[in-house]
């Protein structure tokens, strides 16, 4: 499994993404996971939940739960790089969780870079004035939304240009 981009399947085995069907998106991390969850047309992502991590028994009946819920044809795991994009320990550890996920539960699990999105979550929040409490509550479901959602994006074919027959007729 070598890094190339840091958006290749997190198991070379794991049968190929469908195209259809909800997806989950996670920010990974050691004391919480911050989940997301696709529409079933995988167009739009949603914030979901922010769990606090409990142990591998723990995580695994908490997560169980979720897949019952949700049904989700495959996971994206946020994979965090440095600025350079190389990969650092805590790349491993999110690359290990995907194995989990995919020996767990037998669905396909693909890496989103995950560059910038806290940042991102934190910025929102704080423009929505949000508290600090209030922050740390939703910053990691929202990064896990972010993620989820530019994976989203990049897997949609790319709209073709509008033209001027294309635009709406002036009145």
């Keep these: ?3 190339l981009d840091g ?3 997190a198991a070379e085995s794991a049968p190929l993404f469908p195209k259809n069907g909800m997806v989950l998106g996670f920010d990974y991390g050691t004391k919480r996971l ?3 969850v696709s529409d079933r047309d995988q167009r739009f992502a949603s914030p979901l939940y922010n769990h606090q991590r409990q142990g591998l ?3 695994e009946r908490f997560l169980r739960r979720v897949l019952m819920e949700y049904r989700p044809v495959g996971f994206v795991v946020g994979l965090p790089l440095h600025m350079n994009g190389d990969e ?3 790349s491993q ?3 290990g969780f995907a194995t989990w996920l995919t020996g767990l539960f037998g669905l396909p699990c693909e890496f989103q870079d ?3 999105t806290s940042w991102q979550a934190e910025s929102l929040l704080l423009a929505a004035e949000f508290t600090k409490k209030q922050r740390k509550e939703r910053m990691d479901k929202l990064a896990a939304q972010i993620l ?3 994976w989203l994006d990049r897997r949609r074919p790319a709209a073709p240009a509008q033209t001027s027959e294309d635009a709406p007729a002036e009145q």
């Design 1 to 3: 499994m070598a890094a």
């Design 148 to 150: 989820l959602q530019a």
């Design 34 to 36: 911050g989940i997301a």
């Design 114 to 116: 995950e560059r910038l």
């Design 7 to 9: 958006q290749q399947s």
């Design 93 to 95: 550890e999110a690359r």
């Design 88 to 90: 650092s320990q805590k």
């Design 57 to 59: 028994q723990g995580d």
